[in-house]
């Protein structure tokens, strides 16, 4: 590590506190970014396979110029009239079916997920949540009780139960289809008793509609459906958190569009605002009505005039760049490059995802399926070294995590790939 | 209401729920800002005495040219290294006492005191929190638990006791002074009995520094030292919130320092990017490296470059103009406008704050101190048809509250107490 990255770190540890996250053995200090691409203080550029927050690219100046101008104009709170919170709040619920048709907006996706559970228990009168045993939801109090990522299997709260997370590369008894199907509705349907008996009661089911932090699996197909029907069939409501999976990352507007589903309550952030903090909670007017009608909630900086514009110069990006239709056509090429490099490189167990949000499990053995947990710290290591950055993900921290900005090109699939089989010939 | 505003109001009751908070019996239409005025729709222009989050003014030119700036540049979450969020943290930290070295980041002063209950109940190893019976600190699950702001005067919670603001203006029993003050300090040491005893412990005391929502009181001397000695002699730590006291509102840097007490967890929002959405947590270092090494607290947009510059931004401007004097002058200057005001007009029974927090309380009757509570709506929406903005706050809500954007001149306050003189002259 140069002396400059060094005392970097150590001011770092002083102020913000020992053990503030930080990406790669050896930390990168970055200062530019533009596109798909980030510059480091030594000059160095990187290709962004990581960073899903700037949706559109680095610093788009369309995103960066509506910011500035609206910044210039007016910032103020929401309870005065505006109407670019209307206009846009009309924009993305266009995106959404039918029934999804209000909106009440926040700064980010842990303020989004802790208003979904306050509709969602106020709605019901319960407070049982189901959450997966290996997802993350955000830091507040209420959503740190949905995230048992960081806690292993187990969370600890009297109000939540968690469920097994659908996994079909390493499914149990060797289950499928729909016998697989079954063994997770059943997971389901017994945390849902056992809340049900409870003093809490059951209030509704909380997923990443793709689960992203499960490591991105193939999810059974129906699964989601049927969950969803058990949820609703047992007095719940379903929460499908977006935050990860919405804007059209998986090359569908919706995750919970991809994967057949239709929620209750839908919440959204990183990539609304490209980087500024802007998150929202989409759900039904009946819910919402009831829920402003009992709850005093406001957001002083939640849907302001600058939020807005930034986050609909967003929506203009995404359409006059055709982002979408890009995330699917650049996604699956890397998939299918993937795919290739499998045959030369046994580490390759699996490769998955849609659009642009791409997991490749990473194994020691293809018939044990042995993590490759330390190969791919490794890896991504390698990777940052010759100038590309993605990370890992999943229960063994051994699933490459990919989710470029959205203009990714091919010529940047191109080089991905290429690095990805060089560094892996090296072992 | 002109057509134009009922249209509105109609599509943002559809958009955003019926009943998402707005101002005034007819809302206004707010289309542009700059320094104190704030412009409508339909042309006309309003002196803000209310908005306390465009700190520095509506749109300062720097805070913007800052925003836009580093927008351009970079905008990328807090796992790289970047120098401005170091640069601003040590900038933050030297307007602290020294034992408060440490600082945690997130987007809303919700997130912040969301997080700063964490952080008191993990170095505690209890749950339980004492708060005022009128405070509001925010809209998560866990921060509402201790805003009985709209609830009345009794949470629910079972890890929450409340205690009475500090009330010198109709003291209990007509009390005063230092019988005042042990009147307050029994009814902590209660609730931190009640909690000690309960399965959920005494974690700590959570008060805004100068009890704002409350009413802003004259706090009897010695009352939060003495406070704040027996939270910690009952094991428990001490969280000022100084979301809405902070970066010298009154006039001194910190309610805390004004107030006269020292306490171990300071949260931070609403002026500290002039709009943007950034917030803090400043604690001391054992306290913050403790919650690392055991929770993975990590914020998305929290301390990201853009925050951070514009932040430093809002700093500058107000070392720049002197904004910490010039709360102090105006302020005073006020409140001694009020106090002459209240030699012709018998409704003003009280006029308190610092620097520019103004409160003044309105009573029908000077020796019982009957709340004016409906002449204080309809004075604070006639001084809105005259063209200034201000609110009400307070256990009766007949309390003006005044908070103007800290570049508030003579001029202004001359024309604020010239229509305040006109609008209670016309009864």
Redesign the interface.
Known sequence: MDER?AK??A??E??????????YDE???????EGVW?YAADGRRYLDCY?N??HVG??H?D??AA??RQ?????????????T??DY??RL?ATFAPHL????Y??????AN??A??IARHATGHRGIVCTNLTYHG????V?AVSPL?YGRVTPHPDVRTMPWPDAYRAPQGLAGAALCDHYLACLDAAIAELAASDAGFAGLIVCSIFANEGLPDVPAGFMAAAAARVRAAGGLVIADEVQAGFGRTGTMWGHDLVGFSPDIVTL??PMG????ISAVVTR?EL??A???D??????????P??CAVASAVLDVMEREDLLANARAQGDYVRDGFRRLAERHAVIGDVRGAGLWIGVELVRDRATREPATEETRRIVNRMKERGILMNRIGEFDNVLKMRPPMPFAREHAELLLATVDEVLGAG
Chains 1, 2 share one sequence.
């Open positions: 990255t970097l770190l001011r770092r002083r102020l913000l506190g020992a053990g503030a996250p930080l990406f930390p990168l200090h970055i200062v530019r970014g980030l960073n927050v700037p680095h610093c100046p995103v960066v910011l500035a910044a210039a104009t007016l910032n103020v709170h929401t309870r005065y009239l505006h109407e919170i209307l709040s009309e619920l048709d209000s909106v009440l926040a700064c980010t996706g842990s303020e802790d208003q559970l306050r830091n507040t109090t209420a740190d960081f952030g990183k490209n980087g500024h903090p007017r919402l009505d829920f402003r009608h709850v005093m909630y406001f957001n002083t900086f939640g849907g302001n600058v939020s």
